[in-house]
């Protein structure tokens, strides 16, 4: 199972940064912005039912 500071894409360390007051991971490897998956995770667990919150998960990887 792989940990929020691990990049969905390649599993390589994801580094933390902010702008604008909004917290974001950036992948060294891939050279891309990551989703913060823990505010995503809270956010949708709290309106979305189960099945639709897997459902979006997996297509932000």
């Known amino acids: 199972m792989k940990t929020l500071n691990e990049c969905p894409c390649c599993s390589e360390q994801l580094l933390r940064h902010a702008r604008h007051g909004q917290v974001y991971w950036f992948c060294l490897h891939c050279r891309q912005e990551m989703p913060n998956l823990t ?23």
């Open 39 to 61: 505010t995503v995770v809270a956010a949708s667990s709290k309106s979305t039912p189960p099945k639709e919150r897997v459902t979006h998960l997996l297509n932000l990887v």
